[in-house]
């Protein structure tokens, strides 16, 4: 939980109240390699934040999947549209590698925001901090050449090629797994 609690006492100092409460309430979990945090048709109610592993969000399109985005330690994980408008979700969350997290519910979380006024300006900082990397994704893959996009993935993610199966990264850059590979081969 040290990671946890190090990150928002980076973005605001936590009182020994909040700091009591969110060990309270906050839990660990293991999950194994392919394990689902989230389905398609499921209402997000658990925001997590990854400790150990990788976790990756995907879609399906023409029965294939297409990853949107990928995680890993330091991160919190949610389905923002879902968790948030209470929304069955179009998205899966799924842990690559195994993987530890500390997990919230929604409502757990609604339920600190008003008993700490802190919180909520932590929970606004995150929410920013997320939003826009969705943007910055979403103006990478209308913007940039599949070039572009390889290079800010591994400026971003240095080991991802070591961690994440190259037919997911393929997916997630929009290319089939051998242009994928020719990229690399280029780029190396």
């Known amino acids: 939980m040290h990671s946890f609690l190090s990150v928002c006492q980076s973005i605001q ?33 658990r925001l997590y934040f990854l400790e150990t592993g990788v976790v990756r969000g995907y ?30 979700s179009h998205e899966y969350i799924q842990a690559l590698t195994p993987s530890v997290v500390w997990t919230l519910g929604h409502q757990q979380l609604q339920e ?6 802190e919180f909520n300006f932590i929970g606004r900082i995150l929410t920013e901090k997320y939003y826009v990397l969705s943007e910055q994704r979403a103006l990478h893959l209308r913007m940039h050449s599949a070039a572009e996009r390889y290079d800010q993935l ?8 070591q961690r994440v199966p190259l037919k997911l990264i393929a997916s997630h850059l929009g290319l089939t797994p051998e242009t994928l590979s020719r990229l690399r081969a280029r780029r190396s």
């Open 13 to 45: 100092p936590l009182s020994l109240p909040l700091r009591e409460a969110l060990q309270q309430l906050v839990q660990r979990e293991e999950l194994p390699a392919r394990e689902h945090l989230l389905q398609a048709g499921q209402v997000a109610n």
């Open 59 to 88: 879609y399906l399109k023409d029965g294939k999947e297409v990853s949107s985005w990928f995680m890993k330690e330091g991160d919190f994980v949610i389905s923002i549209l879902s968790f948030f408008s209470r929304q069955s």
């Open 112 to 117: 600190l925001y008003t008993r700490f006024p």
């Open 154 to 161: 591994r400026t971003e993610f240095p080991d991802i090629f």
